[in-house]
């Protein structure tokens, strides 16, 4: 009885050591399965907030000359930076209600590396100081008064950032002092972008002069990562426009990229985003918030809350400037 226990046990014992190899060579073959089924020749494409043409198109020269994602981002929005007749991004941004502008931007990478600066004056191209402090410094955020000293630090220069047309905008609005920003105009105030480049990898930045006319020293979702933008090489990313208090409170892009974690489009997440906002804001119609998103794969989607939003991809398709659907 004992030999026959013995043996029994013995011939139990071996088949599970030949398993075991045979269950882990079976698994290994089916994960080389499901990453085969997910791999895809990825092809470089720019998504941006609005209709920002000369941006994109910056941004697609560096991606397909074979550039990285992370360049392209900084010199496509500093091209809108640069602009003074863009009165809601950089130079020539719409002043707060003291007559200063004050300019926020953020800027991500693949390996979610970020810097932002916040309510930064006398700097045209906040872009280039946020990726300045992401890789120079042990700090994410620097704002203010700091943020300008570092910017002067790193060999940018002083630039007087209000100008004449804005400046007489300005003084008009000062006959009334009435803060009611107009939807998609005065409150459509972010160039946010997110390229993926040949490697397949994926950054992205955010840049703004802030609401028009607002109380010194505020600062809405656009530097803040997570809320403005936010970027995982593994997912995805997303990016806001509108009012920034909202999606601050929802940590609106964090959320997008998340729930394409879970298996959503980047259409999907973006409605889901909007209409999260929306739920917390029952009976209100009077501001915009847009979405904008994009996937490890090159797929995109955007979502607002009001209809005229639209955004901007650039790819090998072609040069597109899409029309979002809306909440209302």
């Not at 941006?48 to 000359?65: D, R």
């Not at 955010?206 to 028009?212: D, K, N, R």
Request: with cysteine; hydrophobic share 35%.
């Amino acid at each position: 009885m004992k030999r026959r226990n013995f043996l029994k046990n013995s011939t139990a014992a071996t088949a599970g050591m030949l398993s075991a190899p045979l269950m882990i060579s079976c698994k290994t073959e089916n994960e080389k399965k499901i990453s085969s089924s997910n791999e895809k020749n990825i092809n470089p494409i720019v998504i941006c907030t609005w209709n920002f043409f000369n941006a994109s198109a910056k941004a697609w020269k560096v991606l397909s000359n074979g550039g990285d994602a992370l360049d392209a981002i900084e010199q496509g929005v500093k091209v809108e930076e640069d602009d003074a007749s863009n009165q809601t991004v950089g130079t020539g941004g719409r002043p707060d209600r003291d007559g200063k502008v004050t300019l926020d931007a953020c800027i991500m990478d693949k390996d979610g590396n970020c810097g932002a600066v916040l309510a930064m004056q006398n700097i045209a191209n906040p872009i280039s100081v946020a990726r300045k402090v992401m890789e120079d410094t042990p700090h994410v955020m620097l704002a203010g008064k700091g943020a300008e000293q570092f910017a002067y630090e790193k060999g940018f220069k002083k630039t007087d950032l209000l100008t004449e047309q804005s400046k007489k905008e300005w003084l008009e609005w000062k006959k009334t002092s009435q803060y009611k920003p107009i939807i998609n105009i005065e409150n459509h105030d972010t160039i946010g972008m997110l390229a993926i480049d040949k490697n397949g990898d994926i950054a992205g930045g955010c840049t703004t002069s802030g609401m028009a006319y607002k109380m010194a020293g505020r600062v809405g979702d656009s530097p803040i990562i997570g809320a403005g933008l936010f970027v995982d090489n593994e997912v995805g990313g997303a990016t806001a426009t509108g009012v920034g208090e909202e999606v601050v409170r929802t940590v609106g892009s964090f959320l997008i990229v998340e729930l394409m974690r879970q298996g959503k489009s980047p259409q999907e997440a973006c409605e889901e985003g909007v209409k999260r906002i929306m739920a917390k804001n029952e009976g209100r119609n009077d501001f915009q918030i847009g979405f904008i998103a994009i996937n490890k794969k090159g797929e995109t989607g955007g979502y607002c809350i009001q209809p005229g939003f639209s955004y901007r991809t650039y790819s090998e398709e072609g040069h597109i400037n899409n029309p979002s659907q809306s909440f209302l």
